[in-house]
Structures are given as C-alpha cells and as structure tokens.
C-alpha cells in the first residue's frame, strides 16, 4: 500500500490513451474505497474505470481494446490468469496492479500466478513509516485478522522488513491486558 502502483497504471494508461490506443480500465467490485466508476490514488488523482464482479465479466468486457488496466488485481477470482493469458495472447496490452502480499506477509490472492505469467514484473515499494527505509509489507493497525478488510492510511502502514519481522515477533496486544 502507498507504494503508487494506481498511479502507476494511470500513467502507463493515459500514455496509451496518447498513443491513440483504445483503453479501458476495470477494477473489482469490492473496490469502493474512494469512487465507485475510478481508479483512485491516495492522491485522489483517478481515472474512469468499468467495475467487474469475475474474471468471466472482464473477458466479456475487455474484448476490442488494445490496452486493458486491472486495478487491485489481488481481489480477482483465480480466473483472472487465464483471462489475461487469453488477452495476451489476442495481442492486448494487459497492465496489472495488485498487492503480492497481504498483511500478513502471505501471497495475495492470484497476484503471484499473474507475475509468474506476466514479461514484465515492476514491484513499487513505499517508504516506511518508521525508519524511512523502502517498506515491503502493508502493517494492518488494527486487529481483525480477517483476508480483506480495505482501507487507507488510517488502517494500514508501510513498513520494512525489519519493522515487520520486529512487530510480528511481539505478541498480540489484548484489549484490557494491563500495560
């Protein structure tokens, strides 16, 4: 999280808006956090997008373009590698943001099947927090342990490696424990 990887698909697709390619954008439904028809950075910067609820509705839909963007990758249905594969191979421009790793620190979802298949991985990082190192894990600040939960600064933290393995090492806090 924080790192830019909406903001980098933004930039890569309004390059190819540009270049006069047809694009169109899709993000998973479950992706409401700041707009229900864009992509949207932390910046608020934003860019319209089609919101599909299943790998099988992005095949239907991003038939005919030249360049398609998945924004949140990592919330699509295993379905999804199969589904790029098959616009790749038709001859589109498939660009994919996504988180490789949840909070926990474990794969995210297909994200690492869609790099295994992808030519081209670029991995962003943000700064930690705490040190101002490059963070490579997302820290979820407050305790539901559940897969999904989205959110933003308020709920999460970029952290590095050291920080993460540091805060995974501690116990877990309980409420009304005595400090």
Do not use: W
């Not at 600064?153 to 995974?168: D, G, K, L, N, W």
């Amino acid at each position: 999280m924080f790192s830019g990887k909406t903001e980098e698909l933004i930039r890569r697709a309004k390059r190819a808006q540009i270049a006069k390619l047809r694009v169109q954008i899709f993000k998973p439904g479950i992706d409401t956090r700041y707009a229900d028809d864009a992509v949207v950075t932390h910046d608020r910067a934003s860019l319209d997008c089609q919101v599909v609820e299943s790998s099988d509705q992005l095949h239907l839909l991003a038939a005919g373009y030249d360049v398609v963007g998945i924004d949140e990758a990592q919330f699509m249905d295993e379905g999804i590698v199969e589904v790029v594969n098959a616009l790749a191979n038709a001859g589109t421009r498939v660009i994919i943001a996504g988180l490789d790793m949840d909070f926990a620190g474990k794969p995210f979802g297909p994200m690492p099947q869609l790099m295994a298949v992808a030519e081209f991985v670029t991995k962003v990082h943000a700064i930690c927090v705490r040190t101002g190192e490059l963070a490579h894990y997302s820290h979820r600040l407050e305790g539901n342990q559940g897969t999904i939960l989205l959110g933003d600064q308020t709920v999460y933290e970029p952290v590095s490696r050291a920080v993460f393995t540091q805060i995974q090492s501690q116990p877990p806090h309980v409420p009304g424990d005595l400090d």
